[in-house]
Nanobody, 115 residues
């Protein structure tokens, strides 16, 4: 099992930027894909971005061109750089990885974008 700890959330005005970090425990971080999800009040959790072990990235259409996912394998950390934030980006953001078929989640970090 891996432990994931997110940080970097906060309150920001529309058009602003935030960088989320997710630190993972354990070994073999570089061997696994990582992802960021978000859940807004009253809505289902949705996938925001993923990064493979090889560094390939994918994004949900609503964040393409504004968000960038990256990883630092030496620090066992994955990042989500969020630019041009919109009020609809307001949500709790969760870090995710899988071990086998089991999802591993962090505790989440709140991002609030004011208009």
């Amino acid at each position: 099992q891996v432990q994931l700890v997110e940080s970097g959330g906060g309150l920001v005005q529309a058009g602003g930027s935030l960088r989320l970090s997710c630190a993972a425990s354990g070994n073999s971080f570089s061997s696994y894909a990582m992802g960021w999800y978000r859940q807004a009040p009253g809505k289902q959790r949705e996938l925001v971005a993923t990064i493979s072990s090889g560094g390939s990235t994918n994004y949900v259409d609503s964040v393409k061109g504004r968000f960038t996912i990256s990883r630092d394998n030496a620090k066992n950390t994955v990042y989500l750089q969020m630019n041009s934030l919109k009020p609809e980006d307001t949500a709790v953001y969760y870090c995710n990885t899988k071990r086998g078929y089991i999802d591993q989640w962090g505790q989440g970090t709140q991002v609030t974008v004011s208009s």
